[in-house]
């Protein structure tokens, strides 16, 4: 049972928008920032978004994230067969004092 | 750019103790946490622990009891040691620049250990 939850699943097709959740508490989204992840199939994970919505070097404009309250969203505009791959979201816990949380992943297939 | 390598033995038995290296190239461990996660095969992404340049650690708390993390930076690596390991920590593990408030902005390709049952 992660700390963070996510949709085991979601779809869409090419060029379609789609948008991934991730719920959380007081204690993590609610009071410190969201990181996103992206995972090939068979390949290490790779930053995508941090801190709620900025993107690194390299990612394209076409995912975005947002955060509010103690919830986050990842969007991908302009679907593309290359998305296809689980992505999960990230936060420090203040209650845990661990190294941060993740949530349990969202399989994203392009249909 | 900042490159980072698991080191270590695939196979472990249980009962025995898992350790593995990370070795950072093209930069320094100065200024930020390196964490290792894991992932069991088919399954997601698990927050193992991190450490602060200086030494200070976090650690899952399902596993501090068993959980040593450590910094060497005249080597620029650091370590894992997870001790009295079952067939439940066989998971590929990754090292990764980041942990707590930082993200993991950089990840080594992982390393595949495995604990038979």
């Known amino acids: 049972q992660s700390v963070l939850t996510q949709p085991p699943s979601a779809s869409g097709t090419p060029g379609q928008r789609v948008t991934i959740s991730c719920s959380g508490g007081?204690?993590?989204?609610?009071?410190?920032?969201v990181n996103w992840y992206q995972q090939l199939p068979g390949r290490a994970p790779k930053l995508l978004i941090y801190?709620?919505?900025l993107r690194p070097s390299g990612v394209p404009d076409r995912f975005s994230g947002s955060k509010s309250g103690t919830s986050a969203s990842l969007a991908i505009s302009g679907l593309q067969s290359e998305d296809e791959a689980d992505y999960y979201c990230?936060?420090?816990?203040?209650?845990?004092?661990?190294?941060?949380?993740f949530g349990g992943g969202t399989k994203l297939t392009v249909l | 750019q900042v490159q980072l390598q698991e080191s270590g033995p695939g196979l472990v038995k249980p009962s025995e103790a898992l350790s593995l290296t990370c070795t950072v190239s093209?930069?320094?461990?100065?200024?930020?946490?390196w964490s290792w996660i894991r992932q069991p095969p088919g399954k997601g992404l698990e927050w193992v622990g991190c450490?602060?340049?200086?030494?200070?650690?976090k650690y899952n708390p399902s596993l501090k009891s068993r959980l040593s993390i450590s910094v060497d930076m005249s080597k620029n690596h650091f370590s894992l040691r997870l001790t009295s390991v079952t067939a439940a920590d066989t998971a590929v593990y990754y090292c990764?620049?980041?942990?707590?408030?930082?993200?993991?902005?950089?990840w080594g390709q992982g390393a595949l250990v495995t604990v038979p049952s």
């Open positions: 990764a620049r980041g942990g707590a408030v930082e993200a993991l902005d950089y």
């Open positions: 093209g930069g320094s461990l100065s200024s930020f946490y």
């Open positions: 450490i602060y340049f200086s030494g200070s650690t």
């Open positions: 007081s204690s993590n989204i609610g009071s410190n920032t």
């Open positions: 801190s709620n919505s």
């Open positions: 990230a936060a420090w816990d203040d209650s845990l004092d661990g190294p941060g949380v």
